[in-house]
């Protein structure tokens, strides 16, 4: 019977050994749950935050979308009003082309001699007197009535505005000296 009850005291002592290390470990692995709870929850949260700023992402990328799309309409209507323009300059340009004036080579070699004069000729052939004298300084203040005929917007040297019309009969292109005036005025 001593046998029996050392065996049982034996037994009680190893049963509550391996009970006291049994215990240890549940508390630990309920230790690891509640931090393993704790974690989740907080991903959960996370996750649901996540989920909000993804849906929102795709909400804004829908209504963005719907917006380039409705740019891209109205580019393309844009584009095709731009190549409707363009043709229609195109076509005008054409059309100013054919309408431009073509001067003789008479009558651009009388343009170049009125341009390079600087005032010399021009000067002697207006009758009004100007102590600066006066000049043409652009070829669109050149405009020939007929082939010889041409009419001249003349200014004061170094003065933007216009002073008066010469209409001059050209006998030698080259040579103003030789030029005769038909009517002048001054404005």
């Not at 692995?29 to 649901?48: D, F, G, K, P, T």
């Not at 003349?154 to 030698?172: A, F, P, T």
Request: glycine share 2%; proline share 2%; charged share 30%.
């Amino acid at each position: 019977m001593k046998r029996i009850l050392i065996l049982a005291a034996v037994s009680l002592l190893l049963l509550s050994t391996s009970c006291n290390r049994d215990r240890k470990i549940i508390k630990h692995l309920q230790e690891e749950n509640e931090v393993l709870r704790s974690n989740l929850s907080a991903l959960q949260a996370e996750y649901l935050k996540l989920k909000g700023r993804y849906t929102t992402c795709v909400d804004s990328f829908k209504f963005y979308r719907t917006q380039v799309e409705s740019a891209n309409v109205r580019i393309s209507k844009l584009v095709k009003t731009l190549d409707r323009l363009s043709d229609t300059v195109a076509e005008l340009h054409s059309q100013l082309d054919y309408w431009k004036p073509r001067l003789s080579d008479f009558q651009k070699q009388a343009l170049q001699t009125i341009l390079d004069d600087n005032g010399k000729e021009l000067s002697r052939l207006v009758a009004f007197d100007s102590p600066k004298g006066w000049v043409c300084k652009d070829a669109r203040d050149v405009s020939f009535l007929k082939r010889d005929i041409v009419m001249i917007k003349y200014r004061e040297r170094w003065s933007s505005n216009i002073s008066g019309i010469i209409i001059l009969k050209v006998k030698d292109p080259n040579d103003m000296g030789k030029w005769r005036v038909v009517w002048q005025a001054r404005i």
